[in-house]
């Protein structure tokens, strides 16, 4: 909890420049427009670190209802203003009650976890989703031999997780999903999985 109590002081600190540059520049579209036909009609979506909101934007525009949560408080002022058909809430995912969700967006988020919390942020993720429902996760791929983490000094000392796209895509399968579909983005500095809830 204290990584992510320092993570919400430095998205406090960026969520004008950030929740601009996400408004101008939709870099997830294509990806948000993917996610989005693997969804039953009306589904209930969940927002993991929506920011400023523009994804849930995108998605309750759509007819999703929209719960979108973020730890940083002001990145979710932003987002009730910019968002007004979602739903937004200041929480830690790990703190949400378990609700069956139909689909997870998750979109640069995770490697803001340390090594050590990421088990549990999965299994948060994995809590709030309902059986056979979809999850979008993305992570910064490792340009190591191994993974590891690192505070990124240019971005207000936020922690930046490194993974090797092996261990990506097992811990996934270890916290109960089925990957659907793995990519890399963003000149292979990121990557990105579709799964389905197994178990
Ligand atoms: C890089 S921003 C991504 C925002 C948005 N998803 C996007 O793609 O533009 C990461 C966001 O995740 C939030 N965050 C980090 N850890 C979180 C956690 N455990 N629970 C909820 N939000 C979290 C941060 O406050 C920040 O707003």
Not at 7 to 21: G, N, Q
Not at 100 to 124: E, K, N
Not at 143 to 169: C, V
Request: hydrophobic residues 35%; aromatic residues 10%.
């Amino acid at each position: 909890m204290k990584i992510s109590r320092s993570i919400a002081k430095s998205y406090d600190k960026l969520a004008d420049e950030y929740t601009r540059e996400a408004y101008t520049n939709h870099l997830a579209l294509s990806q948000l427009k993917r996610f989005a036909n693997l969804l039953p009609k009306n589904a209930k979506v969940l927002d993991v670190g929506c920011g400023g909101g523009q994804d849930a934007k995108f998605l309750s525009d759509q007819g999703y209802a929209v719960l979108g949560i973020d730890v940083s408080k002001e990145m979710i002022k932003r987002a009730k203003i910019y968002a007004p058909k979602a739903t937004f809430q200041k929480i830690d995912i790990r703190k949400l009650q378990g609700e069956s969700y139909d689909g997870i967006w998750c979109c640069r988020v995770f490697h803001h976890i340390s090594l050590d919390d990421q088990s549990g942020f999965l299994d948060a993720l994995n809590k709030n989703l309902s059986i056979g429902g979809i999850l979008y996760l993305t992570s910064v791929v490792s340009d190591k031999n191994s993974d590891y983490e690192a505070f990124d000094s240019g971005n207000d000392h936020l922690l930046k997780k490194r993974l090797r796209p092996a261990t990506f895509k097992k811990i996934i399968a270890d916290h109960g999903f089925k990957i659907l579909r793995f990519s890399f983005w963003s000149e292979k500095k990121g990557m990105e999985v579709i799964c389905k809830k197994e178990f």
